[in-house]
């Protein structure tokens, strides 16, 4: 299993932009899609995004779309989130991971995941 470490989280204003970062180590990334997944307090985790390994082709859940997008720099080995005109719904803890079958969401050794939290 490929081990992510995640950063780029933090407190933003509704409508405010953030770039979240994945980056792996002891794996090449690219060979494995790769998703990004998200949990909010009290509620089961979900897939954000979703980035395929040959072609780049990007996947996202409908509440993202025209917002965020997921892309990859396999020199640097690191999957990228951008993030704009965030909302509170958007406030949760954001992982990646690699995916198998998307929307689903893998059973993995999660990392510790990076903070998103919007408010005003």
């Known amino acids: 299993q490929v081990q992510f470490v995640e950063s780029g989280g933090g407190l933003v204003q509704p409508g405010g932009s953030l770039r979240l970062s994945c980056a792996a180590s002891?794996?090449?990334?690219?060979?494995?899609?790769i998703g990004w997944f998200r949990q909010a307090p009290g509620k089961e985790r979900e897939g954000v995004a979703c980035?395929?390994?040959?072609?780049?082709?990007?996947y996202y859940t409908d509440s993202v779309k025209g917002r965020f997008t997921i892309s990859r720099d396999n020199a640097k080995n690191t999957v990228y989130l951008q993030m704009n005109s965030l909302e509170p719904e958007d406030t949760a803890v954001y992982y990646c991971?690699?995916?198998?079958?998307?929307?689903?969401?893998?059973?993995?050794?999660w990392g510790q995941g990076t903070q998103v939290t919007v408010s005003s």
């Open positions: 002891g794996s090449n990334l690219r060979y494995f899609a």
């Open positions: 991971a690699t995916v198998e079958s998307w929307p689903n969401v893998p059973s993995y050794d």
């Open positions: 980035i395929s390994s040959s072609h780049g082709n990007t």
